[in-house]
Every structure is written in structure tokens, then in C-alpha cells.
């Protein structure tokens, strides 16, 4: 019989590793709960606007990153401005001292939409670059990052990286846990 505290006590962890904690601390300062406010750019000009939620936490001994990214965050109920844009999926992100560099896999069973990318620092800038599972070249990044919020774009290029065009924006914000569900 499936015992579902038994596979969440195998996967969390409550921190990093010892012996990685400083460089896990790229992704690892983000752990907690955020709601954030969300905006695509469609191709035909159209924008779509809503509000989601984003949960961050450590896994796999500590050694790892794991989030799940809520559209449209689930005590706002339908949110019409989103039109048909939701998700709910979750980004596991694995530091790698080989390389220096984090192993990024985005996946939402909801629309089917899958990633790999790898991520550095950049400066004061995160930027994860890979590709979609239909091989299209996207750059995923973290910016104007403070101890209590962050912004997040996703861009994704037609000509292999020459040019780049946003699709979305996420401004997100710290989040009591009282506003999501009573999640930490």
C-alpha cells in the first residue's frame, strides 16, 4: 500500500547539503512560498494576464531544487484574463560541480510541456538556457532578485539564439503562508 508521507519524507529535505550549500544557494534562496503576478505575450499581440503561486523546496538529500508552479493560483479560483493559458508543473533543478552549472527539467503533464535547460549566474542574473520538447530554443531567467521577490521571463528564439522574443513575465513576491493553502 502506497504511504504518501513515507515518499514525501524520502523526497524533501530541510536544506542543502553541507558540502555544496554555498553554490546550491543560487536556487536554494528562493525556497518558500510565492505568489506572482503573470503576463504572456502572445504572437498576435493579444496579452494574457492572471495570478499563480510558485513553491520552492529542497530534495534528494539536499542536492537538489524542486518547485511546482501553480496558473492560476488555486484560492483565486478561473481567472478569465488568463484565457486558456494554465499550468501546473514542477522544475527539478540539480547542481552539477563538474560543469559548475544546474541541470534544469521542466515538466506540466497538464499541456504537455516539457524542458531541459542549464543554468548559471550571470552576474546578479540566473539564466537557464536549453531547448522545449519540440527542440525550439528558450532562455528562462531570474532577476531583480531580493530577499523577498524576483522576476521571471521566458523567451524563446526562432533562429537559434540570434534574436529573442518574450513570452512571459512573472513579478513574484514572498508569500505568507497563509494566503497559499497553509503551505510553507
Known amino acids: 500500500m502506497f504511504n504518501s508521507s513515507s515518499f514525501a ?5 530541510n536544506g ?13 534562496r528562493f525556497v518558500g512560498a510565492w505568489t506572482f503576478d503573470a503576463t504572456r505575450h502572445l504572437e498576435d499581440g493579444q496579452v494574457l494576464t492572471g495570478r499563480g503561486e510558485v513553491h520552492f523546496g529542497w530534495v534528494l538529500e539536499g542536492r537538489a531544487i524542486q518547485d511546482v508552479w501553480i496558473l492560476p493560483a488555486r484560492n ?4 478569465s484574463s488568463l484565457g486558456q493559458w494554465t499550468f501546473y508543473g514542477t ?3 540539480v547542481y552539477d560541480p563538474g560543469v559548475d552549472a544546474w541541470h534544469i527539467f521542466w515538466s506540466d503533464p ?3 510541456y516539457y524542458s531541459r535547460q542549464l543554468g548559471r549566474a550571470e552576474g546578479d542574473t540566473i539564466v537557464q538556457q536549453g531547448a522545449d ?13 531580493t530577499e523577498d521577490s524576483f522576476r521571471w521571463l ?13 513570452e512571459v513575465e512573472f ?12 503551505f510553507p
Open 76 to 79: 483565486t479560483g478561473a481567472q
Open 9 to 13: 519524507e524520502a523526497l524533501h529535505s
Open 91 to 93: 522544475t527539478l533543478r
Open 16 to 28: 542543502p547539503a553541507a558540502d555544496l550549500a554555498e553554490k546550491l544557494n543560487l536556487y536554494g
Open 171 to 182: 513579478l513574484a513576491d514572498a508569500s505568507p503562508a497563509a494566503d497559499l493553502h497553509g
Open 110 to 112: 497538464r499541456t504537455q
Open 133 to 145: 520538447g519540440t527542440g525550439a530554443a528558450v532562455r528562462w531567467s531570474f532577476s531583480r532578485i
Open 154 to 166: 521566458g523567451e524563446r528564439s526562432q533562429d537559434n539564439g540570434a534574436t529573442w522574443r518574450l
